[in-house]
């Protein structure tokens, strides 16, 4: 599914602000998961209740609302010692 088709596919519910398809850093190959971004609250809810579970291109979809991405801590590079603060990469 490329980002038009998914536009589409929300298009039906309401105006629909950004689409992204999430691909894979090293491949570029499609990750199968997206965000779609509706302007309408209750837009965004009539879609999720009828797009949630609905099959398209012979794949389930799972449609639901993004959650605020957490803290997962640990993270890369061995900067050794020091304490805390700083920006996150």
């Known amino acids: 599914m490329t980002e038009n088709e ?8 309401g105006e629909v602000g950004d689409v ?7 491949t570029g190959r499609p990750r199968g998961f997206g965000f779609v971004e ?6 965004a809810r009539e879609a999720i209740g009828a797009l949630d579970g609905k099959e398209v291109m012979s794949r389930q979809l799972k449609v639901n609302e993004a959650k605020p991405r957490t803290d ?3 993270g890369g590079g061995g900067r050794g ?9």
Request: proline residues 0%; aromatic residues 10%.
């Open 81 to 89: 010692g020091g304490g805390g603060g700083g920006r996150r990469w």
């Open 72 to 74: 997962r801590g640990g």
């Open 38 to 43: 509706v302007t309408d609250d209750s837009a």
């Open 6 to 13: 998914l536009r589409d596919l929300f298009t039906e519910f």
């Open 20 to 26: 992204n398809l999430i691909t894979d850093r090293e």
